[in-house]
Every structure is written in C-alpha cells, then in structure tokens.
C-alpha cells in the first residue's frame, strides 16, 4: 500500500458546496396603497354586479312563477271540465218571437233545443210590416 503522508492523515474531510434551490409558496404579504385601492374598487364593482345578478332573479322568479300559474290555472280549468264533462262556449242562438201565443223562444242553432221561454216585452210587440 501506499505510504501515508501526514497531510492526508489529518485532513477533515471536503464538505459539499452550499446548495441553492428556488420555490414558491403562499405567504401573507402586506399590501401597498395602490393594491388596497385596487382591491376596494374591485370590490365594489363585484358588489354592484352581485346586486345586479341578485335583482335579475328575482326578477326571472317571477317570470316563471308567472307562467307556472298560467299552467296551474289551465290545469284546473280543464280538470273542471273534465269533471262536468261539459264546457261552455259561445254558441250562436235565435229568438223567435211567437205573438199568437205572447211568448218568446230562444233557440240553439247548433242543437235546435229551447233555452228559454219568456213573455213577450211591451217594447217587442210592435210587428213590421210586410212591404
């Protein structure tokens, strides 16, 4: 083996070189007067666009509220009709006047049946005359 030097016995040994190493992570940091008036009017606008968005809700609640009663309202209608199955529309009718007998008839035109009987008024009496 090799001779040893009194150099080498008592040497320390090498230490590595210090090492740096770049990073980032979230840390608190004081704001300078600029960002706090940066922030405040962010936050304003923010908050305006909220109430913006808030009233816009409510208004589009009750447009569909609006629209859900139309539907619940054409529901009931026709449940109730379903219920008397019957419905009433408007039907075209004929008065006629029977002066032999004082009376007058109204008529269904579309059935021929007799809805009402009623005297003749004093105003109806007056015939024209035949030309």
Known sequence: MGKKTAETETAEPVK???KIEHFETMLRCKLTDAEMLSRGTEMAEASAEMATLEDQLVS???EFQYKIDGRQARINELSGTIRAKSETRLVKCEREFL?????VHEIRTDTQEVINTREIRGDERQQELAV
């Open 99 to 103: 002066f032999n007998i004082g009376k």
């Open 16 to 18: 590595p070189a210090n």
């Open 60 to 62: 589009t609640k009750k």
